[in-house]
């Protein structure tokens, strides 16, 4: 857990933790994950163990996760959160 105001460590070894537990319930190992997502399984295992990865390689694990669409909030202002799906519209 972290504090009131978090880290960037605090937020991406939080990221990592969520990670892993989402991976081990999927059954799936670090080098599946690793192979069907792109991502090295060395980059792997250090977000596992550090926090600390590409975003590149936190989008293709989230996209692998169907959890891609986490990431449409961040950078929105706050005026702007209502209307974003537009902004991810395939038209």
């Known amino acids: 857990m972290y504090s009131i105001n978090p880290t960037p460590h605090e937020i ?4 990592a933790k969520r990670h892993k537990a ?13 192979e069907r997502s792109g991502v090295s399984l060395g980059s792997l295992k250090r977000f596992e ?5 590409s975003l590149d390689s936190l989008l293709k694990l ?3 996760l169907d959890r891609l669409d986490d990431f449409k909030s961040v950078f929105q202002s706050k ?13």
């Open 12 to 15: 991406g070894k939080e990221l």
């Open 22 to 34: 989402l991976r081990k319930q999927l059954k799936l190992s670090q080098s599946d994950m690793a």
């Open 49 to 53: 163990t550090t926090g600390q990865i």
């Open 62 to 64: 989230a996209h692998l």
């Open 79 to 91: 005026e702007d959160l209502g209307n974003i799906e537009h902004l991810f519209s395939t038209k």
